[in-house]
């Protein structure tokens, strides 16, 4: 067996999706010959609220080592008061946490015998850790950048994000240059990465996210059977936030189209409700076709999820972004109406699929999309051989080829 540092600033029990690619990498890591151990940040570092424990995820892991940032609980807290608005992704806590990871990870390195480190990113400050834990222990790294760092597409221009942006101008190339290898969620965050260092085009790799087949009950080598369409109204869900670069509002008024001509539709959104999704809501007097089921846990989650006729994705519009909720509609074997892009990761993954509805995020688009789905009335997402490429099984064994041929590397010198 060899062994892995994984370098995580969120874990569960806090966490919510950000922790779930993780996670599960180390759930079927041990299959695949390595043993992880893991530093995260202390709880009361945690930005994430508690979300599950994945206790079965994490048997195989060796040690879980909290890690205080700089300053104590006291300057934590004062911190979370100060800056309640700023971005998880960016987190000035994960700054105060880079000493106190090189120092944990050099005992962590000579206890455990580690091979390879492992950081998974955002919040991106921590990564700042690895060529100093590189230079100190002569160690390989490799970076999962489950966002993009410099080239992240979405920012509000906010003084937090022009100290996001400098700091990663500054210090990004340094980090990427001195890893192993760097994982990218998307083959189009791979090849703008490529674009940015083409020095450095053999180390990127693409290794998507996925679903757990234990999770949604199926098994990813037979083909499911069909779901039954639930009588009633077709009901279309929606998991997670649209956030300020997702536009609701022509789904919304979609909705008011389709209700005006009589179709029987309903609307589910899980996830904290947001004031403009509420307020579009109010406004198109919709209250009456329209659930806010709130925050659910993970199994609430795939349950409700199974009882839903159609996936619901909303893009910001760059070709990078695939949400997650993407991977549980996969796994849920639901039928996915993705609107906002035309080319790009997202329309990659769902147009693979013989139910994967694609159109744009315009009213009119979304109406007619939507009717057609209703004509057709699909029972699943189809296509099963393409649903097992994302399971995290397989992806993991595609992480753990990635570590054997970084960690073959030996040490190699600081850039």
Same mark, same amino acid.
């Given at each position: ?11 569960? *029990? ?15 890591? *041990? ?9 995260? /940040? ?84 921590? =990564?700042? /850790? ?17 966002? @993009? ?9 906010? !003084? ?45 790799? &693409? ?10 009950? &199926? ?30 509002? *022509? ?7 389709? =209700? ?21 809501? &109010? ?24 009882? #839903? ?12 972004? =695939?949400? &997650?909720? !993407? ?18 990761? =997202? ?31 699909? @029972? ?8 097992? #490429? ?26």
């Amino acid at each position: 067996m060899n062994n892995v540092l994984v370098v995580s600033y969120t874990f569960p *029990p806090h966490g919510g999706v950000s922790v779930f690619r993780t996670v599960k990498f180390l759930k079927y890591l *041990p299959e695949y010959g390595w043993t992880p151990s893991v530093l995260t /940040a202390s709880r009361d570092a945690q930005f994430e609220p508690v979300a599950h424990e994945f206790r079965d995820d994490v048997r195989g892991v060796t040690e879980i080592r909290p890690v205080q940032p700089l300053g104590g609980t006291l300057t934590t807290r004062v911190q979370r008061r100060l800056l309640s608005d700023s971005s998880p992704s960016f987190n000035l806590l994960a700054l105060r946490w880079i000493l106190p990871v090189v120092q944990a990870g050099i005992r962590v390195i000579d206890t455990h015998d580690i091979d390879i480190v492992y950081y998974t990113a955002p919040p991106f400050p921590q =990564l700042l /850790a690895a060529p100093l834990l590189k230079r100190m222990t002569g160690l390989p790294y490799i970076v999962d950048l489950r966002d @993009p760092w410099s080239i992240h597409p979405y920012t509000s221009g906010g !003084v937090t994000d022009v100290f996001r942006t400098a700091l990663a101008d500054i210090f990004e190339p340094t980090v990427l240059r001195n890893a192993a290898r760097v994982c990218c969620v998307t083959e189009p965050m791979t090849r703008r990465y490529v674009a940015a260092y083409p020095e450095l085009e053999d180390t990127f790799e &693409t290794i998507t996210n996925g679903f757990d087949p234990d999770e949604f009950d &199926t098994d990813e080598d037979e083909t499911r059977e069909s779901r039954e369409r639930i009588d009633g109204p077709v009901t279309i869900a929606y998991a997670g936030k649209f956030s300020s670069y997702r536009d609701p509002e *022509p789904f919304v008024t979609a909705l008011r189209a389709l =209700l005006d001509d009589g179709q029987d539709v309903r609307f589910v959104h899980f996830g904290r409700p947001e004031n403009r999704l509420v307020n579009l809501v &109010t406004e198109l007097d919709l209250e009456s076709i329209v659930r806010f089921a709130g925050y659910v846990d993970r199994d609430e989650l795939v349950a409700e999820l199974s009882q #839903t006729d159609l996936g619901l994705v909303v893009s910001g519009g760059d070709e990078t972004e =695939l949400t &997650t909720k !993407v991977f549980d509609y996969i796994g849920c074997n639901l039928p996915i109406l993705a609107v906002g892009q035309q080319t790009g990761a =997202l329309v990659d993954v769902v147009s693979a699929f013989e139910n994967g509805y694609i159109c744009a995020n315009r009213a009119d688009a979304i109406q007619e999309t939507i009717r057609q789905i209703l004509d057709q009335q699909p @029972p699943t997402l189809g296509d099963d051989r393409t649903r097992a #490429t994302f399971s995290r099984k397989r992806l993991t064994r595609t992480l753990a080829t990635v570590l054997e041929t970084a960690a073959a590397t030996g040490v190699d010198e600081y850039q």
